[in-house]
């Protein structure tokens, strides 16, 4: 039995909801087919955009959405991507596949998109192989009312009203696929692309400069003393690797014990790579002025069998539940920090929260993940300790639980558990010291087996289902955790 104890009478740091925030790029079918699918598809749409994702969606309350890369967004020029969509020219996706991008889904289209789920968007610019004239017209045709030419472009163009644009990130992996540039180039071109980056008709933007990869603290160091406050968030780049090595490999359904506990040792090194990117920025800025932006995570693992080369695609399994449930922990626990996470990706890339084959749509466990932590979105952090017992195979070692607590607005708590233990039930005890609980409920999220997913044939396999906790005092709870899975208990 473990004994987890929540200190709900001293609150700790907003949850920023866009923690909860996610990321979609032109990158295989991420756009083309799992957002756009044309207005004359047989596939129902409203305006070109499906909607049984939109649907899906929705009910996430999903914060916040990035576009269009990722390594896209550093050979993206959005005039190509506006105007009649036949007259749109054609390019050559380079990074991803070598595919004919089209440009369909350009800026209307996308933020058409983010007004119909009813989420903030967050546009990365082109450092890369862009201009600041480029970058300065792109947010004056998005955000102006005013009257000058890419407003007047914007309107004859089909668009009255400006759009808001609350996030704008300059480049992407301006120290990779957006540049090969050392920190000390980027920070310079940062501050002379971001002067161009205006605010227009009351429109207020909050800049994220490219941040690091990884454990690049050299490029977190110099950014913070060359850029400072010209940024309101600086970048994080961290995907689960098995093995925490480079290239991805391993299959997202087919694994072994070892497989199963690296993957989970890597998605929990999270911790230690944003401790090491925060000791610096407490360096230069101690009152946590600049946010830290997890703008890319999650599992990357070896394409799918048969998949297209360079399309990313990759199943979804109980195991990736697990990784995006302790994610939400440690960005929680660095939440004075940590302002925004996106999931790479949205739809049919990588840790997908949604897959679709033709009309048919799932939703993976990693949606559900999201859905069941939707609790946390803007409430008070918790402190919570424990002494879980560990899980080895091979060289990799795990606690067997990871647990966040939070307290909302209205009074009430919810507390998420992973018992990353493959094959043990955990029974836990939770105590909320300083709480007065009058009810509590609890759904868990798990399957046959770590490797158990959803399939189009069976789209609800993996799927929340109601668990039994006992409420055994005025703060204190009881329940039995399903080995390999995720629990959402909300009380008050
Ligand atoms: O998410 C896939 C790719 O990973 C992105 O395009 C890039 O930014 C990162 O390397």
Request: hydrophobic fraction near 40%.
């Amino acid at each position: 039995m473990t004994q987890i104890r929540i200190d709900a009478a001293k609150p700790g740091p907003t949850i920023n909801p866009n923690i909860y925030g996610h990321f979609s790029e032109h990158l295989g079918r991420c756009i083309y087919e799992g957002i756009w699918v044309g207005e004359d598809s047989p596939i129902p749409n409203v305006r070109g955009i499906r909607t049984d994702v939109v649907e899906a969606l929705r009910a996430l309350k999903l914060p916040v959405l990035r576009w269009p890369g990722g390594c896209f967004a550093d050979e993206y020029h959005w005039k190509d991507g506006i105007g009649p969509r036949d007259q749109r020219p054609s390019m050559m996706n380079t990074h991803w596949g070598r595919v004919v991008e089209n440009n369909h889904f350009g800026t209307h289209e996308f933020l058409d998109f983010c007004e119909m789920i009813d989420t903030d968007a967050y546009v990365c610019g082109n450092v890369g192989s862009g201009s600041p004239q480029e970058m300065m017209e792109w947010v004056d045709y998005m955000t102006s009312d005013g009257a000058s030419p890419m407003p007047e472009l914007r309107r004859k163009n089909g668009r009255e009203k400006p759009w808001k644009l609350p996030y704008f990130g300059v480049g992407n992996e301006s120290w990779g696929c957006g540049g090969n540039m050392r920190p000390e180039f980027y920070a310079d071109l940062y501050r002379q692309f971001n002067t161009f980056v205006k605010e227009y008709s009351g429109n207020r933007i909050y800049r994220i400069a490219c941040g690091a990869n990884t454990n690049d603290v050299k490029w977190t160091d110099v950014m913070m003393e060359r850029v400072g406050r010209r940024m309101h968030g600086l970048s994080l780049h961290y995907y689960t690797l098995l093995n925490q090595k480079w290239p991805p490999s391993g299959s997202a359904t087919e694994f072994g014990n070892e497989e199963y506990v690296s993957l989970l040792a890597s998605a929990l090194h999270m911790d230690e790579i944003l401790k090491m990117h925060i000791e610096v920025m407490d360096k230069h800025d101690p009152e946590k002025h600049v946010g830290l932006i997890v703008d890319e995570w999650g599992t990357w693992q070896a394409k799918e069998p048969g998949s297209h080369e360079g399309f990313l695609y990759q199943q979804n399994a109980v195991r990736d539940a697990l990784v995006a449930a302790v994610h939400f922990h440690i960005f929680h626990n660095h939440a004075d920090r940590v302002k925004m996470a996106n999931i790479a990706q949205l739809i049919n890339v990588l840790q997908a929260v949604i897959l679709t084959d033709g009309a048919r749509m799932l939703r993976t466990p990693t949606y559900w993940v999201f859905e069941m932590y939707k609790g946390h979105h803007g409430a008070t952090a918790l402190s919570a300790s424990l002494n879980a017992p560990t899980v080895e195979a091979g060289p990799w070692k795990v606690p067997a639980l990871s647990v966040s607590a939070s307290k909302a607005a209205d009074g009430t708590y919810t507390v998420t558990v992973a018992n990353l233990d493959p094959a043990a039930a955990q029974a836990v005890e939770i105590y909320l010291d300083g709480a007065e609980l009058k009810t509590a409920t609890a759904r868990v999220l798990s399957g046959a087996s770590p490797q158990d997913h959803n399939t189009f044939d069976a789209p609800d396999r993996v799927s929340p289902k109601p668990l039994a906790v006992t409420l055994a005092g005025a703060k204190h709870l009881s329940l039995s955790v399903p080995a390999h899975s995720v629990v959402a208990i909300h009380c008050g």
